[in-house]
C-alpha cells in the first residue's frame, strides 16, 4: 500500500472511532509532512527505521515555514502522530514491522495553567451583569457554566436545551472521543440555568441549541471567544483569558476546595491523571458537594 493510500485509510479509521475532529486535523497534518519527506508513492511496507530517523531530523519535522524551530510541544505530537500511524499499520497486517518502534516522546515540563482568581472571576461576572439584554443574559450564562462545571467549548456551543435536567441537578454533555457523560450543578448555576432558561424557551426558532447566536442559530466557537475576549476587556483584566482559561479556572478553585485531584480529573473527563496534574475517581457525592462550595 502506497503511503498516500495508508494516511487515508487511517485517518478514515480515526473517524469511525469517534476521535475528535481537532485529533483528525492534526494527525493529517503531521503525516503530511511525513508524505512530503518521504514522498507519496513510496509504499509503507518499505519504509524504514533510518526513513523515520531522517524524517524526524529534516526542515518538515523541526522548522516551522518562519524558519524558526517549532517547539517541543509540536515536535512531541509529530512523533505521536508517526508512532500511532506505523503501530496501526503493523496491527492491520498493512506493514509486517514497526519502524517508529525506537521513537520516544521527550517528556515536556508543563506550564501551570492560567486561570481567573477569584477577584477577576467576580469582576468579570460584575461587568457583564452591569448590561442589559438577551445576548448579555446569554453571555453571562455561558461563563457561568463554564466557571462552574468546567466544560470545554466544544460542549458548551454544543449543549441543546433538552440536555439541561434542573430536577435531577444534570447537564448531558456530548464529551471529547464522541462519548456522552454528565456532570453535576451545582445550586448557583441550577439557580441562574432556571432564569435563562423561561427566557430561551421564549425564542421561536427551530434551533433546539442552549445557546443562540444574533441570528438565532447555534453559537459558534468563535464568536464565543470574541464575546469573551471583549467582557475582559471591559473588566480590565490584563491576561488573555479564553474559554479553556475559564476551565482550568474551575479546575483550580474545585481542587483548593476539595484539595482532591481525583475529583478534578473526574469532573474534567480526564483519562488520565497524567493530564490533570495539578488538579482529580471521587464518588459523585463527595465530587458535589466539593462543587456546591464553589
Avoid at 509504499?43 to 518538515?60: H, K, Y
Avoid at 454544543?158 to 472521543?177: F, P, S, Y
Avoid at 475582559?232 to 479546575?251: D, E
Wanted: aromatic share 6%; with cysteine; hydrophobic share 40%.
Amino acid at each position: 500500500m502506497m503511503l498516500e493510500q495508508a494516511i487515508r485509510q487511517f485517518l478514515d479509521h480515526q473517524l469511525a472511532n469517534g476521535r475528535s475532529p481537532h485529533t483528525i486535523y492534526a494527525y493529517k497534518h503531521d503525516l503530511e509532512l511525513l508524505v512530503f519527506d518521504l514522498t507519496p508513492d513510496i509504499r509503507v511496507d518499505s519504509i524504514d527505521r533510518s526513513d523515520i530517523d531522517q524524517f524526524f531530523i529534516s526542515e518538515p519535522a523541526t522548522y516551522q515555514q518562519d524558519g524558526l524551530l517549532k517547539s517541543a510541544s509540536t515536535v512531541n505530537r509529530i512523533r505521536s502522530s508517526v508512532k500511532a500511524f506505523f503501530r496501526w499499520l503493523t496491527e492491520t497486517g498493512y506493514c509486517d514491522h514497526n519502524p517508529a518502534i525506537g521513537i520516544h516522546i521527550c517528556r515536556n515540563t508543563r506550564k501551570p495553567p492560567v486561570f481567573l482568581t477569584d477577584i477577576e472571576k467576580q469582576k468579570l461576572l460584575k461587568t457583564i451583569r452591569a448590561h442589559k439584554g438577551w445576548q448579555v443574559n446569554r453571555d453571562l450564562m455561558m461563563v457561568k457554566l463554564s466557571l462552574n462545571t468546567g466544560i470545554r467549548l466544544s460542549e458548551l456551543v454544543n449543549l441543546d436545551v433538552d440536555d439541561v435536567d434542573l430536577i435531577e441537578k444534570r447537564i448531558t454533555i456530548q464529551a471529547k472521543g464522541g462519548q456522552t457523560v454528565t456532570r453535576f450543578l451545582n445550586t448557583k448555576v441550577r439557580s441562574a440555568l432556571s432564569k435563562y432558561l423561561k427566557e430561551r424557551r421564549k425564542v421561536i426558532t427551530d434551533s433546539r441549541a442552549l445557546f443562540l447566536s444574533q441570528r438565532l442559530r447555534r453559537i459558534t466557537t468563535r464568536q464565543v471567544q470574541r464575546r469573551l475576549e471583549m467582557w475582559v476587556s471591559k473588566a480590565g483584566i490584563n491576561k488573555r483569558v479564553t474559554p479553556h482559561v475559564l476551565r482550568h479556572s474551575f479546575a483550580t478553585m474545585l481542587y483548593a476546595k476539595s484539595s482532591n485531584i481525583l475529583a478534578v480529573q473526574h469532573s474534567l473527563g480526564h483519562s488520565s491523571l497524567n493530564t490533570t496534574t495539578v488538579y482529580a475517581h471521587l464518588l459523585d457525592e463527595t465530587l458535589e458537594d466539593a462543587m456546591e462550595t464553589l
